[in-house]
């Protein structure tokens, strides 16, 4: 009961298997036994909290992340993310732009991050470009959403339908739509969406009476 790395192990099959309080519990008594664990901790803790809704664990987590990793290339993620999750999509925008431009070579998670701080705020036509400047680093091998997601593309494809069908670009949006629908069912409201768009409203004809009877 006193051996830390076991309860640590016990917490990630524990969510695995989709028992996040039952995860929580576990991991909390590992980084209880070991503080020194809790960074390696973090993924796993940060996640539970997603699927939680827990907004204070996760500012309270993103601000350890700083922290321990004052020049970690993540940060400006967890942070924005915090933002998100209590409603702060502007700050969230203004803090990753300001990163953007400091750093123009960040890596994909932080464009990934800035597209979805946009679908916050609405910003369709932003997060659109934002989304794709993160996709084309993930064709080149940037491997930073990795860190942070367990299917990458398929998170960030589903975001990117999003963005583009608020946008009229309805038929992309339905093929990205359709090809994830197996692994993200929910994606049908997106799929008929998408339909919708691309089927030309009907224009009416005013009737003209037959002048020559």
């Known amino acids: ?42 993924a796993d803790r940060w996640v539970l909290a997603e699927m939680q809704g827990a907004t204070d664990e996760l500012v309270t987590l993103a601000e350890s992340y700083a922290a321990l990793h004052p020049d ?17 999509p502007l700050e969230a925008i ?20 800035l597209g979805e701080a946009y679908l916050g705020r609405n910003g369709y036509k932003e ?4 989304l794709e400047v993160a996709a084309a680093l993930l064709a080149r091998g940037d491997a930073s959403l990795y860190s942070v997601s367990d299917d990458p593309v398929g998170d960030l494809s589903s975001r990117l339908a999003r963005a583009y ?16 629908i197996p692994t993200q069912p929910e994606l049908e409201a997106l799929v008929e969406q998408a339909v919708i768009c691309q089927t030309p409203t009907p224009t009416l004809t005013p009737w003209i009476p037959d002048q020559q009877r």
């Open 1 to 42: 009961p006193k051996n830390a790395e076991v309860w640590s192990l016990l917490g990630v099959i524990l969510r695995t298997a989709g028992d996040s309080s039952g995860a929580d519990h576990a991991l909390s008594i590992a980084a209880a036994l070991e503080p020194s664990l809790t960074s390696d901790l973090f």
């Open 72 to 88: 970690g290339a993540a940060g400006p993620y967890f942070r924005a993310k915090a933002l998100l999750a209590i409603g702060e």
């Open 94 to 113: 203004e803090l990753l732009v300001d990163k953007l431009q400091q750093a123009p070579d960040s890596p994909a998670l932080i464009w990934y991050a």
């Open 127 to 130: 997060a659109a470009t934002a």
């Open 165 to 180: 069908v608020h946008i009229q670009r309805c038929a992309e949006a339905e093929d990205i739509a359709r090809r994830l």
